[in-house]
């Protein structure tokens, strides 16, 4: 199984996770079986390419997101798109696989969405439930 972190620099497991899940520079893929791990660049619509992040992440093979926050929209669409979110972490791609692996994560519901706009003026998401119907996945496509 496939997991991304998101994250601010390439150093593998031992790279810092990102504070922002769509605005991350780059995201680790780890596989959960092996370890092993690849830091790629973040190439969805926030960073000039033309899908939003949960759904560049499902091509990608994603089927976890470990994350520190993310706005309730991005909740959602990773939901709609098979990507479970887990949220209560922070330190490096290593320590937030090991709490994944040891249980200790909160798995994301829409009440977990990032409520902080107010300190972080330069992200905004759009309330749970303001999907536009053209970006969600088509039922029997995953």
Not at 2 to 28: E, K, N, Q, T, W
Request: charged share 20%; hydrophobic share 35%.
């Amino acid at each position: 199984m496939l997991i991304a972190v998101p994250v601010d620099a390439d150093m593998g497991l031992s790279s810092p996770c990102s504070g922002h899940f769509g605005r991350a520079p780059h995201y680790a893929l780890v596989d959960s079986e092996s370890r092993t791990c690849a830091v790629i660049r973040n190439e969805s619509s926030h960073h000039g390419g033309t899908k939003l992040p949960p759904e560049w992440l499902a091509d990608q093979g994603v089927h976890v997101l470990l994350c520190g926050g993310l706005g309730g929209r991005a909740i959602e669409l990773c939901q709609a798109y098979g990507i479970v979110v887990y949220v209560g972490q922070e330190g490096t791609v290593a320590e937030f696989v090991d709490a994944y692996s040891a249980g200790s994560l909160h798995c994301a519901t829409l009440d977990d969405g990032c409520t902080q706009h107010a300190a972080h003026p330069q992200h905004e998401h759009a309330a749970a439930g303001e999907l536009g119907a053209s970006r969600l996945p088509r039922r029997g496509k995953e």
